[in-house]
């Protein structure tokens, strides 16, 4: 297991690593740094001046090496856009996102499960149909349109929450929902065919011939088994509401990575673009390597294999 576990963990560093050399070089690519710092109507004198003070004049290599070299130190580069320390500005907002995807995966764990629940207890009747389409409609929608319904809805027709901001857990409600929605239908799904699996199995129908009702069963037996591979697709859906954090923040003006990320885009601030881009990698690798290891301890032919 150890052996497992060293062997997927040095996988993920060199994925994450990979994340941010691409990264860093298609950033530089698409922009011109020293440019973007100095404004569209300095003079090229001027743009100079800052390439040179920025160490920008070096070639593309020297400079991921050197990022790199100051990533593995803790220095994470200075903002151009805050005129301060990275490490600082993602310290400031981390907060803020990670309270926002704990509280999206609560959402979904809230609404999928119990959904894939009653549709495996009930499989091709209209609840079933009714889980699945509940699931597609979440699927389909994107998190932009949703976020702007739930604020006209709950933020303007009907006042019931705060629609901007992170002061309280009142602000979290709305963007919660709106960014775990988007994971309702995957684990929806994979509760529902865990469940129909279990239902169907050997040990169940003994149960059922001594006398145990359905609620009985689901809740001694047959849910305990068929959530084990959904505990390790809620891992993955936690690193991927970091990255999919960005539009939620955005559209409800919450101060965390997600808007952080966008308001460095927009102002070419490529050092704190490519911290947080190596972040979400870093959380959304280490969060698949939780999945595995899950996966290995739950099933042993993982490991053997």
Same mark, same amino acid.
Do not use: C
């Given at each position: ?181 988007? *994971?309702?239908? =995957?684990?929806?799904? $994979?509760? +529902?065919?865990? @469940?129909?699996?279990?239902? %169907? &199995? !050997? ?46 923040? *955005?559209?409800? =003006?919450?101060?965390? $990575?997600? +808007?952080?990320? @966008?308001?460095?885009?927009? %102002? &070419? !601030? ?36």
């Amino acid at each position: 297991m150890l052996k497992y576990i060293l062997l997927r963990g040095l996988l993920a560093i060199a994925v994450a690593f990979t994340v941010s050399l691409a990264a860093f070089f298609l950033l530089n690519a698409a922009t011109d740094p020293a440019q973007a710092i100095a404004g569209e109507d300095a003079t090229q004198e001027v743009v100079e001046t800052i390439r040179a003070r920025y160490g920008l004049d070096q070639p593309l290599p020297v400079r991921y090496a050197q990022w790199l070299g100051g990533v593995l130190r803790g220095d994470f580069g200075e903002s151009y856009y805050w005129h301060k320390p990275v490490a600082e500005l993602v310290a400031e907002r981390a907060g803020t996102t990670i309270t926002l995807a704990l509280s999206a995966l609560f959402v979904t764990i809230l609404i999928a499960i119990p959904l894939g629940a009653f549709a495996a207890l009930n499989p091709n009747s209209w609840i079933d149909r009714v889980a699945l389409g509940v699931a597609v409609s979440a699927q389909a929608v994107p998190n932009f349109w949703l976020g702007l319904i739930m604020i006209i809805l709950f933020g303007v027709m009907m006042p019931i929450f705060p629609v901007s901001g992170d002061d309280t857990w009142r602000h979290f409600v709305l963007p919660a929902f709106v960014l775990g929605a988007s *994971s309702v239908p =995957a684990v929806m799904r $994979l509760t +529902r065919t865990g @469940l129909i699996e279990v239902m %169907g &199995a !050997d040990y169940i129908r003994t149960a059922r011939s001594k006398g145990f009702r359905s609620g009985a069963l689901l809740r001694r037996h047959a849910l305990r088994n068929a959530l084990l591979p959904v505990i390790s697709v809620l891992a993955v859906q936690l690193g991927q509401k970091f990255g999919g954090s960005v539009i939620t923040e *955005s559209i409800f =003006a919450i101060n965390g $990575l997600g +808007r952080l990320a @966008l308001e460095s885009i927009l %102002g &070419a !601030d490529i050092p704190t673009v490519q911290m947080l881009i190596f972040v979400f990698a870093i959380v959304f690798v280490a969060m698949n390597l939780v999945a595995d290891i899950l996966n290995a301890a739950l099933d042993p032919r993982i490991r053997i294999g």
